[in-house]
């Protein structure tokens, strides 16, 4: 059974930095794409940026390549979210998610097997 656990969500103002975590239980991160989703009040879930640990790729959203970098640690078995110059549009929960048959991140939901409960981020202006 796998298990994703999110961690790291907060209130922060505009400007600001937050690190989310998300460590996983039942598989090795290092053999899936692993992603982060958020989704806000009113909007659908959309995809932010994933990583496969295998091979270092990564992929992100547009609004927030040069804000977020996503990360893993194979040893720790957790990807990270590392958000900076956050924006109040940035405020949604935040989940992580795992392709266990993928290798090349993606942002296709249907295709990502597991999910985190996720985690609330609040930007205020």
């Known amino acids: 059974q796998v298990q994703l656990a999110e961690s790291g969500g907060g209130v922060v103002q505009a400007g600001g930095s937050l690190r989310l975590s998300c460590a996983a239980s039942?598989?090795?991160?290092?053999?899936?794409?692993m992603g982060w989703f958020r989704q806000a009040p009113g909007k659908e879930r959309e995809f932010v940026a994933a990583?496969?640990?295998?091979?270092?790729?990564?992929s992100q959203l547009d609004s927030v390549k040069g804000r977020f970098t996503i990360s893993g640690d194979n040893a720790k078995n957790t990807v990270y979210l590392q958000m900076n110059s956050l924006k109040p549009e940035d405020t949604a929960i935040y989940y992580c998610?795992?392709?266990?048959?993928?290798?090349?991140?993606?942002?296709?939901?249907?295709?990502?097997?597991?999910w985190g409960q996720g985690t609330q981020v609040t930007v205020s202006s």
């Open positions: 039942g598989c090795t991160l290092s053999r899936c794409v």
């Open positions: 998610a795992a392709d266990l048959r993928g290798a090349v991140p993606h942002p296709i939901q249907s295709r990502y097997e597991y």
């Open positions: 990583i496969s640990l295998i091979g270092g790729i990564t």
